[in-house]
């Protein structure tokens, strides 16, 4: 568990998979509008036990982590963020990503996920950089990322299909200091 001022972030278990279910449920609309195509049963209390237990094997095996985003007033579980397609040798890297409940939104509490997170991508893990992929017209995440440190790198076109489309990214990337 890695805490902040206002929440922390901590794996998720299969004991997470109903908050899990009602976050994404309570969300679909909002959460869709940016993700890729999701498996036929993500919506199902069943779809999200499975999805947790493969991202605890895929931690487990230092491809991906997978965190929630916790409100430390009461517990609640309001967001995601995580790391993925971690890559060793010689990159020592991997990208991010997260969601957050949209009636938390414009909080900070984004913000401050990120940022406990590069800190166990560079302190924990020890890895050299992280980049995220942003679509251009969602600028609110894309200044969640710079006022953690992310510098933009250019802008990848038609790369990741959204809703059956293949949508542009801005890439962002952050280098661990200690290196």
């Given at each position: 568990?890695?805490?902040?001022?206002?929440?922390?972030?901590?794996?998720?278990?299969?004991?997470?998979?109903?908050?899990?279910?009602?976050?994404?449920?309570?969300?679909?609309?909002?959460?869709?509008?940016?993700?890729?195509?999701?498996?036929a049963d993500f919506y199902t209390l069943e779809?999200?036990?499975?999805?947790?237990?493969?991202?605890?094997?895929?931690?487990?095996?230092?491809?991906d982590y997978y965190f929630g985003i916790?409100?430390?007033?009461?517990?609640?579980?309001?967001?995601?963020?995580?790391?993925?397609?971690?890559l060793r040798g010689s990159?020592?890297?991997?990208?991010?990503?997260y969601f957050l409940d949209e009636k938390h939104n414009g909080k900070g509490y984004t913000t401050e996920a990120v940022k406990l997170m590069v800190?166990?991508?560079?302190?924990?893990l020890k890895l050299h950089r992280i980049e995220a992929g942003v679509m251009p017209h969602n600028p609110g995440s894309i200044r969640v990322l710079e006022k953690v440190g992310?510098?933009?790198?250019?802008?990848?076109?038609?790369?990741?299909?959204?809703n059956g489309k293949w949508e542009d990214h801005q890439q962002l990337a952050i280098i661990n200091p200690n290196d």
């Open positions: 568990m890695k805490k902040g001022e206002s929440i922390y972030i901590r794996p998720l278990t299969a004991d997470d998979a109903e908050a899990c279910l009602k976050l994404q449920t309570d969300n679909r609309g909002f959460f869709e509008r940016f993700s890729m195509e999701r498996a779809g999200q036990k499975k999805r947790l237990q493969t991202f605890w094997e895929q931690m487990q095996q230092d491809e916790f409100l430390q007033s009461d517990d609640a579980l309001i967001g995601t963020v995580n790391l993925f397609q971690v990159l020592q890297s991997a990208f991010i990503g800190g166990y991508a560079f302190n924990d992310f510098h933009k790198e250019g802008l990848a076109r038609k790369n990741v299909k959204i």
